[in-house]
């Protein structure tokens, strides 16, 4: 029997996400091989090799959700991060100190004891691309040199030119058969180029799933709670190329269908505005900042974050595969983003949009102003920015968000007042 | 008709009742914030100067940080849009607002009919806000009524470079250990809060009239050092502290008017 017979998405969301630790330890007590990869590292490579993989972002998201990061950045500051890198790292290296220190002594430290994460297990290989940040690159070098296992980088340049030149085509298709041949010389046995097409071709029914999911957000009221993006997530970021996410993303789909056919949406009758999201979710502080939006009535129908995994390519095609992977949202230049951004507005039909200057992710956060300003000038929504953190509690205050949201919302009155909207 | 408007600050607690939504009959800040007696004082002061009583309010409402925890307002709203309200209403051709309050600074752009374009504020850091003139005025051994006064003697600003509250108290004090004269080195601390405030202003575009308002603007140093930046004439708001629960009192009277 199909064991998510008769659950929701969310039921099944679960499920599979509990399904991807156990498969990993599994596969560590099996003798088989287990990755580490970035989120938006190509995934395809190490699934046609039947290596089981783990996601250290998503881990580090889930235990600050979780209120249990503190813990995290305290063990990854003593060990002498800075209190200034990324949240996501600093939670993920202190839990892999945990790991590390129970590997080598045989003992469970107390504070693994209480980690309140899914415990995962230490990895055999390690998977990272430039298509999103360099701190990726140092913390997963880290990693490999403290394990002394391969480190596989795709090294995707920055797309400052559009449309894409082929010769960075070129480059990043020969980053991919360079990964091929690290995994062949790792496993000892030719790459799997049929398991290879199989899994590409998954990967992409999956993201033609993720996609309608986003594209239900256009309907108004909308059926879809943006926050809930922040959820699913989890799912396309980790188990993109395997039939669970598919059928996940699928059921989500149908339930969304049935309320609209229902004549249900996410907020009935009190959808008083929309907003979109820019940015990381702050994980510690989700249901705060979706309640303090709920409570004005209003709807977060878009997001750049969740579209990231948008991955869209020719199976088969490897050029194809090298543009999917270099044109996510992170990799392009501001004009394209501030289109991108836009384009994310009006599809969802938002009244306004709030970003997230994340201490983290510098990255996503030093262009904020610049695309609040170029996307104001053309599509005349108010918008705020508020400072706060993906993980670290201690850069996060509920109130100036409070404030802030609150204003926004007041822009967006205003507005409607004027008959503007 | 009588609206009220109270903003519950961080360091102050400030109340304004209107008259038919025009003539400002009390105005009262007492200088205790959120979670203290400042509310009640605040609000007693200004029934006892307008002669009123509770009950010849019509609507209230609750600006500020403690907004929330002003439990008899009808309605609360943000300090940014009180402030763009209280600001219009006094000027109407104000286009730039720059607020420096007990904790926060902000920066706030406004069209023509005084709607919030725009809005910057401070980050988790009271660098550029009243506290870090606080902690300067006690390391400098006078009290924050008496900094102008002193600015207006300097030569020229101290060097006070570092942005964090408490290296430039570090500063100070080795500007102090050095010898500097303490008129120089107040010039320089005025600068530094005009540079954070200005810092903020800039992430849009600066437009005049520009008028600032919160309880720093009654500093004539910061004033002046943030016109010498600017280079753009500066208007204070009349009783600047007070700019935010006016425009609650006004938010409140328009309230007022929808349910008669």
Request: charged fraction near 30%; avoid cysteine.
């Given at each position: 029997m199909n064991q998510?017979?008769?659950?929701?998405?969310?039921q099944m969301l679960g499920h599979y996400i509990n399904k991807s630790f156990q498969d990993a330890r599994e596969a560590k007590a099996n003798g088989k091989l287990v990755c580490w990869s970035s989120s938006v590292a190509p995934d395809e490579f190490c699934r046609a090799m039947d290596i089981e993989i783990l996601y250290p972002e998503n881990m580090a998201a889930a235990v600050g959700a979780k209120k249990g990061a503190p813990d995290m950045l305290k063990i990854a500051e003593q060990k002498g991060y800075n209190v200034d890198i990324c949240s996501y790292a600093r939670v993920n290296l202190g839990y892999f100190e945990l790991l590390k220190e129970q590997a080598l002594t045989g003992k469970t430290p107390e504070a693994l004891e209480n980690y309140v994460g899914e415990p995962a297990v230490l990895p055999d290989v390690v998977i990272t691309s430039t298509n999103l940040c360099g701190t990726l690159l140092k913390w997963f070098e880290n990693i490999a040199a403290e394990l002394n296992i391969p480190c596989i980088v795709i090294d995707v340049?920055?797309?400052?030119?559009?449309?894409?030149?082929?010769?960075m085509v070129n480059y990043v298709k020969g980053q991919f058969e360079y990964a091929i041949k690290q995994l062949e010389e790792l496993c000892g046995r030719p790459f799997?180029?049929?398991?290879?097409?199989?899994?590409?071709?998954?990967s992409q029914r999956t993201v033609a799933q993720w996609d309608k999911i986003a594209s239900m957000t256009s309907l108004k009221p909308s059926p879809f709670n943006g926050f809930d993006f922040f959820n699913y997530m989890a799912l396309i970021v980790s188990y993109r190329a395997t039939a669970g996410a598919e059928e996940t993303f699928a059921k989500c789909v149908e339930e969304l269908e049935e309320m609209v056919k229902n004549g249900q949406?996410?907020?009935?009758?009190?959808?008083?505005?929309?907003i979109a999201w820019e940015g990381i979710a702050v994980w510690p502080a989700l249901g705060l900042t979706f309640k303090t939006f709920k409570n004005m009535d209003t709807l977060m129908t878009g997001s750049g974050y969740p579209d990231i995994w948008s991955l869209r390519y020719t199976p088969g095609d490897m050029e194809s595969m090298a543009r999917g992977y270099s044109n996510v949202y992170t990799n392009i230049n501001l004009e394209e983003r501030t289109k991108a951004v836009e384009k994310i507005m009006e599809n969802a039909k938002c009244d306004g949009i709030v970003y997230h200057n994340n201490r983290s992710c510098k990255l996503m956060s030093m262009v904020n102003v610049d695309i609040a300003e170029a996307v104001q000038k053309n599509n005349d929504k108010p918008f705020v920015v508020f400072d706060g953190d993906q993980t670290d509690p201690n850069n996060f205050s509920a109130a100036q968000f409070e404030t802030r949201a609150q204003a926004l919302g007041e822009m967006m009155d205003a507005k409607q007042a004027k008959g503007g909207k | 008709m009588y609206t009220m408007g109270i903003d519950v600050g961080s360091a102050s607690s400030k109340v304004v009742i209107l008259k038919d939504g025009k003539e400002v009959v009390a105005a009262y800040v007492a200088q205790v914030g959120t979670g203290t007696s400042g509310p009640e004082q605040a609000l007693n002061e200004a029934f006892k100067q307008s002669g009123l009583s509770q009950q010849d309010i019509s609507k209230t409402v609750a600006t500020g940080y403690g907004r929330f925890a002003f439990e008899d307002a009808d309605r609360q709203i943000s300090e940014i849009s009180c402030h763009a309200k209280g600001v219009h209403f006094q000027f109407p051709n104000a286009r730039t607002i720059i607020d420096i309050g007990g904790q926060d600074a902000k920066a706030i752009r406004l069209d023509k009919d005084g709607n919030v374009k725009q809005f910057f504020m401070n980050d988790k850091c009271a660098a550029g806000t009243g506290r870090f003139l606080d902690v300067m005025a006690r390391v400098l051994e006078t009290t924050v009524d008496h900094l102008a006064e002193y600015s207006e003697?300097?030569?020229?600003?101290?060097?006070?470079?570092?942005?964090c509250t408490v290296f430039a108290e570090s500063e100070v004090i080795s500007q102090l250990a050095k010898g500097e004269k303490k008129e120089n080195i107040i010039a320089g601390v005025h600068k530094s809060v005009a540079s954070k405030a200005l810092a903020l202003a800039y992430r849009g575009v600066i437009e005049e009239d520009i008028v600032m308002s919160g309880g720093v603007a009654l500093n004539a140093g910061v004033v002046k050092a943030i016109a010498d930046q600017t280079g753009m004439k500066i208007t204070v708001a009349e009783n600047p502290q007070t700019i935010g629960a006016l425009g609650a009192a006004l938010f409140a009277y328009e309230e007022a008017l929808k349910d008669h």
């Open positions: 998510t017979e008769g659950m929701n998405s969310k340049p920055f797309n400052y030119e559009r449309p894409m030149p082929q010769r799997d180029y049929d398991k290879f097409l199989e899994v590409q071709k998954q949406s996410a907020f009935g009758e009190n959808e008083k505005h929309r | 003697k300097a030569e020229f600003p101290a060097s006070i470079s570092s942005t």
